[in-house]
């Protein structure tokens, strides 16, 4: 039973333009969620979190939108640049415990 | 040091052994975090610390997995009588306090079994 889902195992952007990831949940007890960006054998980094009572939280070129009512998110990236190709997770926690993490999205971003 | 390390970052050992992974968290993060990525999965969470107890173990996969913290800083992950399905990356995190949010993860070691 996969509580954090990432539909899109890959995802394929021209530099410049914006890059869209997403995320699904199906525990509504979730009450933050976060992105994490992982670059092949090193460890996932933190990127961007949203809290349950936001419906969106910008950080530069990376904006997080949460609905909660279709237990959606989704990571938006403008303008992708080349080093931001990576696997893209997305982790949910209620209350700040057991994080659920999202199988992942590798996003390319051609030059 | 300045991150979370891990060791040893490769390990391949055969099935039936047993191995020990060991994680170095940042000076100061109270709470530390176990998780596991097998090939093509997600990140699968196992177990975390507060200080030097874990208040729950059912992320565990099996009795063969067991977790240790001593001092409130040095984590280690036994897993008895390696089996093939345990090969993985098992990566180690840690964060200030066990309710932040953010976690800042070690660069994980690869378990292989044959």
């Known amino acids: 039973d996969q509580q954090v889902k990432q539909n899109s195992p890959s995802l394929s952007v021209q530099e410049g333009r914006i890059s869209i990831l997403n995320c699904d949940y199906t525990n509504s007890m979730f009450d933050y969620f976060l992105w994490y960006k992982k670059y092949p054998a090193e460890g996932p980094t933190f990127l961007i979190s949203?809290?349950?009572?936001?419906d969106k939280n910008e950080d530069g070129r990376f904006t997080v939108f949460l609905n909660k009512s279709a237990k959606h998110l989704s990571l938006h990236i403008v303008p992708s640049q080349p080093g931001d190709s990576a696997v893209y997770f997305c982790a949910a926690s209620a209350e700040g415990q057991n994080f659920v993490f999202g199988p992942g999205t590798r996003l390319s971003v051609l030059p | 040091g300045a991150g979370v390390s891990q060791s040893p970052s490769n390990k391949v050992t055969e099935k039936g052994k047993d191995v020990e992974l060991r994680c170095d968290p940042i000076s100061g993060h109270t709470a530390l975090y176990w998780y596991r990525q097998s090939l093509g999965q997600g990140l699968e969470f196992l177990i975390y610390?507060?200080?030097?107890?874990?208040?729950?173990k059912s992320g565990l996969p099996s009795d063969r997995f067991s977790a240790e913290r001593t001092g409130g800083s040095v984590s280690t992950l036994t897993i008895q009588r390696t089996q093939q399905e345990d090969s993985a990356v098992y990566l180690c995190?840690?964060?200030?306090?066990?309710?932040?949010?953010?976690?800042?993860f070690g660069p994980g070691t690869r378990l292989t079994v044959t």
């Open positions: 949203i809290s349950s009572i936001k």
């Open positions: 995190a840690s964060s200030l306090r066990w309710n932040s949010y953010e976690q800042y």
């Open positions: 610390f507060q200080g030097n107890s874990a208040p729950d």
